[in-house]
């Protein structure tokens, strides 16, 4: 349509300049036979009307002149015009094409064939692209005990379950300082007006970043690792699962079980000095330990006063009476 356009302008453009081409001839014209008759009118061989004939020929035909340059003016911006609307849609044809800003591996595609992209407010996201699979990066959270003794450059290995008998090394690269707090649901009250659930938090970890090597491709975005640092490795300890570090008894049970309100457990001094409960039916007891290092599910226990094989409360549920 724009092209269509343009070439109709140019038409017009060239129309108004072959118009202006034979006004020019016309005023050579009338200037000739205007300059004759001015001759003949002083040697009184024609009457003076044809001399002002003559003359108002001449002047319609500057007349005619002068608005043919302005024919050519306005045709010449309206090709200007035209083609300044050619370029404008060269430039949204080029925008209809969606090039990747680099090469790489379209891991997901967020979009659908047909489906309208508004990038009036951002820009959306329509690819997900891996630059390179021969060098992958491994997030791991690492708990707020062991993260002290890490560094960049430490060795780190792990294992995926797409490959059980292998395992991946790697090297750690950054420990990153935002905290992430995990959230554990320790207990639910069931009963009139309503149930409830209270939410604590639990434990607190720090995005580790590990490179490895990938030279065969084999490792994939989205596998899961089950990953080993060897500055927070620990042989033949003592464990207590992360849920019963995190347990705290909630407000209501121990109103339900008419516990003293000094046992609600207040949270830990330090990161490596935590609470934990047991359970003997009719109360809660809690037990001071000290931690270590721990993977994620399982933490060190490094001193206090628990007994390896005593049960501790990870959750708990309390169904009330009506």
């Known amino acids: 349509e724009a092209q269509a356009a343009l070439a109709q302008a140019e038409a017009g453009l060239g129309q108004a300049r072959a118009n202006r081409a034979a006004l020019d001839t016309a005023v050579v014209d009338a200037q000739t036979k205007l300059t004759r008759a001015q001759q003949l ?16 020929a001449m002047d319609g035909a500057i007349a005619a002149e002068r608005s043919g340059d302005a024919q050519v003016s306005l045709a010449t911006a309206a090709v200007d015009e035209a083609r300044a609307q050619v370029g404008q849609a060269a430039v949204n044809l080029d925008r209809t094409v969606i090039t990747s800003p680099i090469d790489g591996i379209v891991v997901s595609r967020e979009v659908s064939v047909g489906q309208t992209v508004a990038a009036a407010v951002q820009a959306p996201v329509l690819f997900d692209i891996a630059a390179d699979f021969s060098r992958m990066q491994v997030e791991v959270g690492v708990d707020e005990a062991d993260v002290a ?174």
Do not use: C
Request: no cysteine; net charge negative.
């Open 149 to 322: 003794g890490l560094q960049p450059g430490e060795p780190a290995a792990f294992e995926v379950e797409a490959y059980p008998n292998e395992t991946f090394h790697g090297v750690v690269t950054q420990v990153r300082l935002q905290p992430v707090a995990d959230q554990t649901t320790t207990a639910t009250t069931v009963g009139a007006p309503m149930s409830t659930t209270t939410t604590v938090l639990g434990v607190v970890s720090y995005a580790t970043m590990i490179v490895v090597e990938n030279p065969m491709e084999k490792l994939r975005p989205g596998m899961t690792a089950t990953v080993a640092l060897d500055g927070s490795r620990v042989d033949r300890a003592v464990r207590i699962p992360n849920a019963a570090l995190s347990f705290r008894p909630p407000a209501d049970v121990l109103a339900a079980i008419r516990q003293p309100a000094q046992r609600e457990g207040a949270a830990p001094i330090d990161a490596t000095h935590r609470r934990v409960w047991t359970f003997d039916g009719a109360q809660f007891t809690p037990i001071d330990v000290t931690t270590g290092v721990t993977d994620g599910q399982w933490t060190q226990l490094a001193g206090g006063g628990l007994r390896e094989g005593e049960a501790l409360v990870a959750r708990a549920s309390l169904r009330s009476r009506t």
């Open 41 to 56: 009118a002083a040697r009184q061989l024609i009457p003076a009307s044809d001399l002002d004939a003559a003359q108002i």
